[in-house]
């Protein structure tokens, strides 16, 4: 997304076109309708999860990083991280390890709030988009998402409450894009992956400050993974460099108030179809409460005008 990008070059991350491919913005499909909306400033970069990790990697190492691959952490103390066969004395010990954070677990910190779970599946096809908006198709109890990530590749990704779908037989479920698809080449094997709402109690102790999925996350729904990961290194950073990690979880909490937002909202069209319906009927018939849903989504409102924009939707759909 564009404030994912913007949030990266502000911890001297860049991310070049060439690594992917620019979108416009996001289209919802379903329910026999369809609403497109502009990002408000900017665009977005689909790309390969591959060519992304490549780019950081290369990155890290530029800024001094030294990287210990194939070195497993056995187990973290006060003041040192231990690896097989020695340790690293350090300050700070910062989780970055995922949404099965061993380090959340040594550190004590795996109290959960809410932790709710949806299961994807992806595959990249070898075919021009035909289209300069990632889409969004609105099934029963499942999405599925178009992602353009280069000028001859789209990410098809499936997301479900239930572990038994698989991509094929739920293109069946969606004509328009199952006759796009057909006869075009496969680029890349089925895999798949859990995604979770997962909301911590506490994302630190004592020297221990937990990011990215280690410290909770959202439903891939909102595409604002890595825009959190982003936001929230910077914030730690800053924290570190005052010595106080109290200030990361405030700012923790913060960062995360938008995305919860959206991810409520969204998983609410999934879980209730007369929501859905609803909800999309007034977006296709009046496109500007989409277009501020989206600059809500990427940053471009205020907190209390999100909020606003997502009451004014909500009376809406009920008064439909």
Same mark, same amino acid.
């Given at each position: ?18 690594? *992917? ?13 369809? =609403? ?18 490549? %780019? ?10 030294? @990287? ?8 973290? *103390? ?13 300050? +700070?010990? &910062? ?10 677990? +040594? ?22 988009? /035909?289209?300069?908006? @990632?889409?969004?198709? /609105? ?16 990410? &098809? ?7 038994? =779908? ?11 894009? $199952?006759?796009?698809? $057909?006869?075009?080449? &496969? ?27 280690? %410290?909770?996350? =959202? ?42 937002? @959206? ?5 609410? !069209?999934?879980? +209730? ?19 501020? !849903? ?15 924009? %997502?009451?004014?939707? *909500? +009376?809406?759909? @009920?008064?439909?």
């Amino acid at each position: 997304m564009p404030d994912t990008l913007a949030a990266a070059r502000r911890i001297g991350i860049q991310l070049p076109d060439h690594l *992917g491919f620019r979108f416009r913005g996001i289209r919802f499909l379903g329910e026999g309708r369809a =609403v497109a909306a502009d990002f408000p400033q900017g665009q977005g970069l689909g790309f390969r999860r591959t060519a992304l990790h490549q %780019s950081l990697v290369d990155q890290a190492a530029g800024a001094g990083v030294e @990287m210990l691959w194939s070195t497993p952490v056995c187990g973290i *103390g006060a003041d040192a991280v231990h690896l097989n066969g020695r340790s690293v004395s350090t300050r +700070w010990i &910062v989780g970055a390890d995922g949404s099965g954070s061993l380090v959340r677990r +040594w550190a004590g910190l795996s109290h959960f709030s809410r932790n709710s779970r949806r299961f994807a599946y992806r595959r990249h096809f070898a075919c021009q988009p /035909w289209s300069d908006f @990632m889409e969004i198709y /609105w099934g029963n109890r499942c999405q599925i998402y178009v992602t353009p990530v280069a000028p001859d590749e789209v990410c &098809v990704a499936l997301i479900a409450r239930t572990p038994d =779908v698989r991509l094929d037989e739920s293109l069946t479920r969606f004509p328009l894009l $199952a006759s796009r698809l $057909a006869g075009v080449p &496969v680029a890349s094997n089925e895999r798949g992956a859990i995604t979770a709402t997962a909301r911590l109690r506490h994302v630190e102790c004592g020297n221990v400050a937990l990011v990215g999925d280690a %410290s909770g996350s =959202v439903d891939a729904i909102t595409g604002e993974g890595l825009s959190q990961a982003f936001h929230q290194s910077a914030a730690l950073a800053d924290a570190l460099a005052a010595g106080d990690l109290s200030r990361y979880s405030k700012s923790h909490r913060r960062i995360a108030f938008r995305p919860s937002l @959206m991810a409520d909202m969204m998983l609410s !069209m999934d879980r +209730w179809p007369s929501i859905r319906r609803r909800a999309l009927s007034v977006m296709a018939a009046r496109p500007q409460y989409f277009a501020d !849903m989206l600059a809500g989504h990427v940053g471009a409102l205020r907190p209390a005008q999100l909020v606003n924009a %997502s009451l004014s939707l *909500g +009376w809406r759909c @009920m008064t439909l």
